[in-house]
């Protein structure tokens, strides 16, 4: 490692970013069975591309989650898929994988369309499958509303393989001749019960008459309305259906509520940040303010790059925003419903790590709190006095021993939502040498 680093302009750099690695790799998170109880299946299992294995590896999986690996096989198949799992246990990655992989990357057309309700989670999606693709000739075009128009066209003169975007943009493309979809023989429908509401359910059935009618439907959501089930038989071929909702919340997150009056809010809401150990949080707010799309794409970046720690938002932001640093959500106004708690929620804990929920109850919202508790099966306690901050984050020390050495150490104990206690505890050491 010494010598690697002293090859490098700027060592001193270099030896702080292999302490940054090391620190990181060693700071273990616990992971729930959201996402650890699997089959034992590896990736090389489905016999995927080289390049695609790369790109999957490099991205940091190193096994199926019991999502990706009920689907994926499935998927290659060509089957129509009805997938329901929990937020952040991976459906992003379980539909991407084989879309990949069976696209031609000689053939020079839209071959997969990935469908998704908001232009954020589009964004995020084609970010993932160019991530997972990297090592493929698969080129990938994202298109929403919002955006210009007219770039859109132009860019698909140029090749596209897999295109991701909202529906309504897609239809207009297809509509005015320019997005040429006869040879897409995939389509994914990601959140899939949003995309059926009737917002986007008349466009998302005249998209379908734009593709092959041996085309493979693939959908996937958390929450699966009666509209999804009138969709299903229309529309699927005999589907295969997979359902991993034994429970409907994540296993990692622990729920509290707060009892205060609306003036109380903003007072309570800074207790809370003073309190709690936050590496980034959501702030939920009912209220709608609308912003322009490039302010909002602007801060969406930040707020993924960790250049601001907590975002105020509407539900928006509820649909498979995939952001593995926020580790608390913050319901400032509490949902009407249980379908937008669930995804509001499961903005912490992502893919099996931890996260707290905290909601913030008026005696108007009283009703809600108890109904969505019967409706999701699901606990919500009174926040206590203190909150012990293993249940929702982890902890790294460094530790100087004698003149030689750093030792990093990660330690976390507790007890887990499961009722089962836990230790984890990672030891590193580096030469303190190396670093002058």
């Known amino acids: 490692m010494y010598e690697a680093c002293t090859s490098f302009p700027h060592p001193q750099r270099c030896f702080e970013a292999v302490f ?13 069975r959201d996402v650890t ?58 539909f991407c994988i084989p879309a990949l992989e ?45 955006t210009s128009l007219k770039d859109d066209i132009m860019r698909l003169y140029q090749p596209v393989h897999l295109l991701v975007g909202t529906p309504g943009r897609i239809l207009d493309l297809a509509k005015k001749g320019v997005c040429v979809l006869k040879d897409c023989n995939m389509l994914v429908m990601d959140e899939a019960d949003k995309l059926l509401s009737p917002e986007f359910q008349p466009s998302i059935e005249q998209l379908i008459r734009f593709v092959p009618e041996n085309r493979q439907i693939l959908m996937f959501s958390a929450t699966f309305p009666v509209t999804v089930k009138d969709f299903k038989d229309r529309y699927l071929q005999k589907p295969y259906v997979i359902n991993l909702m034994d429970e409907l919340t994540l296993k ?25 150990q936050i590496n980034q949080s959501i702030i939920f707010c009912n209220s709608v303010n609308r912003m322009l799309q490039d302010h909002r794409n602007r801060v969406f970046h930040d707020f993924r790059n960790g250049a601001c720690r907590n975002l105020v938002c509407t539900d928006l932001f509820t649909r498979g925003i995939d952001i593995q640093a926020v580790n608390v ?75 030689s050495w750093f030792t990093i150490v990660a330690v976390r104990s507790g007890v887990g939502n499961d009722g089962d206690n836990f230790l984890e505890v990672a030891v590193v050491a580096i030469a303190r040498s190396l670093f002058y």
């Open 102 to 146: 069976k696209i031609d990357q000689d053939t020079n057309a839209i071959q997969v369309v990935i469908l998704v309700p908001t232009r954020e989670l589009a964004l995020q999606t084609s970010q993932v499958c160019k991530e997972l693709g990297k090592h493929l000739n698969i080129q990938v075009m994202v298109t929403t509303g919002g």
């Open 329 to 403: 959500v913050i319901n400032f106004d509490f949902p009407k419903n249980s379908e937008t708690y669930l995804h509001r929620v499961g903005r912490s804990g992502r893919f099996g790590h931890l996260g707290l929920a905290v909601n913030l109850i008026t005696y108007e919202d009283r009703f809600n709190l108890y109904r969505i508790e019967q409706e999701l099966g699901t606990e919500i306690k009174q926040i206590p006095p203190h909150i012990d901050q293993a249940i929702y984050c982890r902890s790294v020390f460094l530790v100087p021993v004698g003149k």
């Open 37 to 94: 109880a699997t089959k034992g299946n590896e990736f090389e299992d489905y016999f995927l591309k080289r390049e695609l294995l790369m790109g999957i590896y490099e991205k940091g999986f190193e096994r199926p989650s019991p999502i990706q690996e009920e689907s994926i096989p499935i998927a290659l198949t060509g089957s129509d898929i009805l997938a329901r799992a929990k937020n952040g246990t991976g459906k992003t990655a379980a």
């Open 20 to 32: 940054e690695f090391l620190a990181m790799r060693c700071a273990l998170r616990r992971l729930s």
């Open 252 to 276: 990692g997150i622990t729920q509290f509520y707060a009892f205060v009056e609306e003036r109380q809010k903003v007072h309570c809401l800074n207790t809370l940040f003073s309190k709690l």
